[in-house]
Nanobody, 112 residues
Framework: QVQLVESGGGLVQPGASLRLSCAAS????????MNWVRQAPGKELEWISSLNSGGTDPKYADSVKGRFTISRDNAKFTVYLQMRNLKPEDTAVYYC?????RGPGTQVTVSS
């Protein structure tokens, strides 16, 4: 069955960087677009980035454009989210998604 496991979250100060990873299994990873979404406390799920199967067409929400970079390693069945210049409003649980399936998430907290 499809399994997605996110990691790399943590508590950081504003302006810091983090790299999230999502390890995938149970499907042919290399042929699927992968997405990152997040959910802040009390808010709805927010799509923030996607990357096509070949890794050639990244897309970003305006809220993270220029600060976040999505990438993937199909040989390692892993998708990444490099986050730079983090802001308090980036505080959320971050999930990777394949279609409508997501992992348990990883918490990112940005606070001074």
């Amino acid at each position: 069955q499809v399994q997605l496991v996110e990691s790399g979250g943590g508590l950081v100060q504003p302006g810091a960087s983090l790299r999230l990873s999502c390890a995938a299994s149970g499907f042919t990873f290399s042929v699927y677009t992968m997405n990152w979404v997040r959910q802040a406390p009390g808010k709805e799920l927010e799509w923030i980035s996607s990357l096509n199967s070949g890794g050639t067409d990244p897309k970003y929400a305006d809220s993270v454009k220029g600060r976040f970079t999505i990438s993937r390693d199909n040989a390692k069945f892993t998708v990444y989210l490099q986050m730079r210049n983090l802001k308090p409003e980036d505080t959320a649980v971050y999930y990777c998604m394949k279609g409508d399936i997501r992992g348990p998430g990883t918490q990112v907290t940005v606070s001074s």
